[in-house]
Nanobody
Framework: QVQSVESGGGSVQAGGSLRLSCARS????????TGWFRQAPGKEREFVAA????????LYSDSVKGRFTISRDNTKDTVDLQMDSLKPEDTAVYYCATQPAWHRISVRVVKAYSNWGQGTQVTVSS
């Protein structure tokens, strides 16, 4: 069974940077899609970014486009999320998860993903 493990969260001031990493254990497939999501207190989990591990195709939510960068290292089986120019509204628990293949609509959909990790807290102060 595949399990995702997030790391790299922390506390920074607005304008700062953090780099999150998503590692996987168990049986994995190099062709699947890894997505990053976040959930702030009292809000629903929302899509942040996704990457197709085979093709390198990427997608970002409008709220992070131009500030966050998703990348993959297939030799290490990790997917990183570089977060720059952080804002207080980026404060949330960040999760990574996977789905088998890239679909234009489902790539943004929480329910299309499985193998969720426990999450890592990101706190941005003003």
């Amino acid at each position: 069974q595949v399990q995702s493990v997030e790391s790299g969260g922390g506390s920074v001031q607005a304008g700062g940077s953090l780099r999150l990493s998503c590692a996987r254990s168990g049986r994995t497939f190099s062709r699947d899609v890894t997505g990053w999501f976040r959930q702030a207190p009292g809000k629903e989990r929302e899509f942040v970014a996704a990457i197709d591990r085979a093709t390198g195709s990427m997608l970002y939510s409008d709220s992070v486009k131009g500030r966050f960068t998703i990348s993959r290292d297939n030799t290490k089986d990790t997917v990183d999320l570089q977060m720059d120019s952080l804002k207080p509204e980026d404060t949330a628990v960040y999760y990574c998860a996977t789905q088998p293949a890239w679909h234009r609509i489902s790539v943004r959909v929480v329910k299309a993903y499985s193998n969720w990790g426990q999450g890592t807290q990101v706190t941005v102060s003003s």
